[in-house]
């Protein structure tokens, strides 16, 4: 497909996806309280849709995935949350 056809298909979806993050987004303000790591991910993870480099979905799973290597004994009772719980702004 050409950029175009590419746009007819997916823009409609696109926009909507965005509007609700801008609302998200509105809603963490507008919130008290501290934000955590996952905010700080998503946040970190913005500007990457912007940029002109390739591969946007996989350097934003990456970014938000385990680096660590080493097995862990057992997963703990709590379930997924979308982002490494051991996220710092400085991991890369």
């Known amino acids: 497909m050409d950029k175009p056809q590419v746009t007819d298909l997916y823009f ?9 993050l801008a609302a998200t987004l509105d809603r963490l303000h507008r919130a008290s309280g501290e934000t955590d790591f996952r905010w700080h991910c998503l946040m970190d993870c913005l500007p990457i849709l912007q940029d002109t480099a390739p591969e946007k979905t996989a350097r934003i799973l990456e970014r938000m995935s385990d680096p660590t290597t080493a097995p862990i004994p057992a997963a703990g009772e709590k379930g997924a949350c979308g982002v490494w719980p051991g996220y710092r702004r400085d991991h890369t």
Do not use: F, N, Y
């Open 12 to 20: 409609m979806d696109a926009r909507s996806r965005l509007i609700e």
